[in-house]
């Protein structure tokens, strides 16, 4: 489990204010809010890109809000996915683990894995520059999680697809996630995504989580049918 209690962040005008929200392993958490009401800031806090002023971030029952991004074991897809241009697909998607100086077979073992889960096998030796915007989606998503992390962070992961990209992906994340079980939370602004993606919504606005809920008690049974 994830808690954040009371967790604040000021950054210039702007600030998070208390913000407290528990999410169970497994579930996919979708916070909901307009352009400059938090959404990155708390998840660049979670991931330990920023120290909170006040507050805690508690997984599995351990303290982590001081810890460095690398030992959290949390997994990051930013909204342009942030591939590195001279790397291949390959070299995308290992880059994190080489790190850890793991024998060749386990990295072709776990890269397999990925391969598989996003059938991206076909894209091994190309360049981020030749791949589509959906294609890219799923190397950012195999890059974060090769590493085996407990917590999957999204950043609006589907604002930059066209829409008929969008609609095809939209299926397969929620399908993803069941299949890998890790808990997950997604930023949006997109109301129809949060609707069809989440377990339950937050509603964030001007820095504070105002809201908290399953999708049918945030926009009513009626909006989703």
């Known amino acids: 489990m994830l808690k954040i209690l009371g967790l604040s962040k000021k950054l210039g005008p702007f600030a998070l204010q208390d913000i407290c929200l528990e999410i169970g392993m497994g579930e996919y958490f979708v916070i909901l809010g307009a352009t400059g009401s938090g959404k990155t800031v708390l998840l660049e806090t979670l ?5 909170p002023d006040q507050g805690k971030i508690v997984h599995d029952g351990l303290e982590i809000s001081f810890l460095a991004p690398e030992a959290r074991r949390i997994g990051f897809v930013y909204q342009d996915y942030a591939l590195f241009p001279h ?15 793991l024998a060749k077979r386990t ?11 996003f059938d991206i096998a076909h894209l091994l030796k190309q360049y981020p520059a030749t791949l ?4 890219k989606q799923r190397v950012a998503l195999a890059r974060a999680l090769v590493t085996e992390p407990r917590i999957l962070l999204l ?5 930059a ?6 609609e095809n992906i939209l299926p397969q994340l929620r399908d993803w996630h069941q299949r890998l079980g890790m808990l997950t939370l997604h930023v949006t602004h997109d109301y129809k995504e949060a609707a069809l993606l989440a377990d ?9 989580l105002e809201k908290v809920g399953r999708p049918a ?4 049974k009626s909006a989703l049918n």
Do not use: C, H, W
């Open 47 to 51: 991931a330990g890109m920023y120290v």
């Open 87 to 101: 790397l291949t697909v390959k070299g995308n998607i290992l880059f994190g683990l080489k790190q850890r100086k």
């Open 107 to 117: 990295l072709e073992e776990k890269l397999e894995k990925m391969l598989q889960l």
């Open 132 to 135: 589509s915007g959906g294609e």
């Open 155 to 159: 950043d609006e992961p589907l604002s």
């Open 161 to 166: 697809l066209d829409p008929q990209t969008k």
């Open 200 to 208: 339950r919504i937050g509603i964030m606005e001007r820095g504070k």
């Open 217 to 220: 008690e945030i926009f009513g």
